[in-house]
């Protein structure tokens, strides 16, 4: 059954989508999943741009400003949390909400990137990439009311 909230959510985001194409920078150093999740938001209308470290995210964001950022906390060079602590010192990259999916999840991981712009966390083997979209596009619609 759809109830009027989700009638609203997919009405916001089909305007969202004619307005302009969303934008989301994946960070994962697990090729087959970066690969796999590229796919599934292109093929959901997404512009996509995707980092297989921490560093590579931060340099891909000097020219790329997504609408979201889903990240993996433990990557090469930078983990994920490091990443958003960068963030953090900047203006107008503070404000993009942070999606953490992965498979490690501690107390202290989770407070400390909560305070540091993560929205949501998803656990990477209980999620299908229709779950993460649909948590992507939640988060995206959002933001925008």
């Known amino acids: 059954m759809i109830t ?3 009638l609203n959510i997919k009405i916001d985001w089909c305007i969202l989508c004619i307005m302009d194409k969303p934008k989301i920078l994946i ?15 292109i093929m959901e209308g997404f512009e996509v741009r995707v980092a297989s470290d921490g560093e590579e995210a931060l340099g891909v964001l000097k020219y790329f400003t997504p609408n979201v950022i ?29 999606i953490m999916l992965t498979n490690v999840a501690t107390l202290e991981i989770i407070n400390e990137s909560a305070t540091k712009g993560t929205v949501r966390w998803l656990a990477k083997s209980n999620n299908t990439p229709n779950d993460v979209v649909a948590v992507v596009k939640e988060v995206i619609s959002l933001k925008s009311l």
Request: glycine fraction near 2%.
């Open 27 to 41: 960070a994962e150093d697990d090729q087959i999943l970066l690969d796999m999740y590229k796919r599934k938001f």
């Open 4 to 6: 009027i909230s989700d």
């Open 70 to 98: 889903m990240l993996d906390v433990i990557m090469p060079v930078k983990s994920g949390t490091e990443v958003l602590e960068q963030l953090q010192n900047d203006p107008v990259l503070k404000n993009i909400p942070a």
